[in-house]
């Protein structure tokens, strides 16, 4: 029976069958949790690799994220936490194939001790203008060719769609939340504008019931001392009007001393009503404050 | 002829009216009182007398004078003679059927004659 390898139709069949089953769930996936968890069971179906290592630009950061066996890990981080190689991909883009791997980096990986002449690919993608560093160790054990590197490519590309689609949708529910704390510290300041605006109705009711209070003791006083002013003035009139009836000595002797005295008394009273007055406003003055 | 009562606490307003009344051929007798509980106490014996009536006095208020009457339901002739210019009093006074004419001093000729009808006239 003919070794699986020598069979190229099937083993592109197997190959796309294993991209398919890998893509589809990737594409169900709602976060860098479930991608991981994917990634670890399908991804090597389609790839050999002992760790995986992918890095993407998201606005200032970068989202990294690597697998080796059933180690996961993925984190949003600085620029400083690229790797030299990466960084020297980033300026270049020129891929990279070496045995000089960095061993403070893979030295986190439990396997590193059991590789069998390891070696370091790199390469830099490039995807709807954002660059993207694409890490792989392999070794004698599980071999990556360069015949891998298409297959390689549709797998970034599923990453990259996956991650950007999360990262926007993390970006919205962040702005989301903004959003809500937002619009609850406007909803706080209206109720304390309304508060605010009940407050001043109240203070102007208040007022405005002083003043009718005022006006109606002011309107009370002017009343009052319209009357006791007409009191005597209405009997200088009255007297007055004795002049045609009286003969002169008459006039002289009981009208003019009449006279006399109601104008006094119209002076007392008028007096009187200076002083109530001023007295009311001084009052009224007090109150206001 | 029926009396006529002055009841007004200052004594020259009852004295105008005293002369206006003589003046106008008024021959009845006139009695004035500056003290208003004095006037209720002779009107008890009085027969259908005519009062000229004051409102603002200090033993006793023409409404409070109107009141007794009223109390004692004893109706005489009356007319308001005051200085108060009040709405409110005038409304108020409607309210006494006793009450024929409200009169705003001074009294003068032009007023009583208006008034000639009701008051008890010369023989």
Known sequence: ?289 | MNTIYLVDDQPITNFITRKLLEVEGITSKIKEFTNPLLALKELESENNPFIFLDLNMPEMTGWEFLETLKSKKYCPKIVILTSSTSELDVLKAKDYPCVIDYIIKPFSKLKFSKLSTHLPKAS
């Open chain 1, 1 to 289: 029976m003919a070794s699986i390898t020598n069979n190229t139709s099937q083993l592109y069949r197997i190959t796309y069958e294993a991209y398919s089953k890998f893509a589809n769930n990737i594409s169900r996936c709602t976060s860098l949790k479930e991608v991981g968890e994917i990634s670890r069971t399908h991804l090597k179906y389609l790839l050999n690799f002992h760790i995986i290592r992918l890095s993407i630009q998201e606005a200032d950061k970068y989202l990294f994220f690597s697998l080796s066996g059933n180690q996961v890990e993925y984190d949003l981080k600085e620029q400083t936490q690229l790797l030299a190689h990466e960084k020297d991909l980033l300026d270049t883009e020129i891929p990279v194939l070496t045995t000089n791997i960095p061993h403070d980096w893979i030295d986190g990986y439990e396997l590193s001790s059991q590789l069998l002449e390891p070696s370091l690919w790199g390469w830099l993608f490039k995807k709807n203008d954002r660059k993207i560093t694409v890490t792989l160790i392999s070794d004698k054990n599980k071999p990556f060719n360069t015949g891998d590197v298409e297959i390689l490519k549709l797998v970034v590309d599923c990453f990259e769609a996956k991650f950007h689609e999360i990262y926007l949708s993390r970006l919205l529910d962040v702005k989301n939340k903004s959003l809500t704390k937002a619009l609850k510290t406007i909803k706080e300041k209206n109720d304390q504008i309304q508060k605010i605006v009940e407050n001043q109705q109240e203070i102007i009711e208040d007022r405005t019931k002083e003043i009718v209070a005022k006006n109606k003791k002011l309107l009370n006083i002017s009343a009052l001392n319209a009357h006791n002013v007409r009191e005597p003035l209405s009997r200088i009139q009255g007297l007055i009007q004795l002049f045609d009836i009286f003969d002169d000595e008459q006039i002289r002797n009981e009208v003019i001393p009449k006279l006399e005295k109601s104008a006094e008394e119209m002076d007392q009273v008028l007096q009187e009503v200076i002083n109530m007055a001023t007295n009311a406003l001084s009052d009224l003055k007090a109150e206001k404050i």
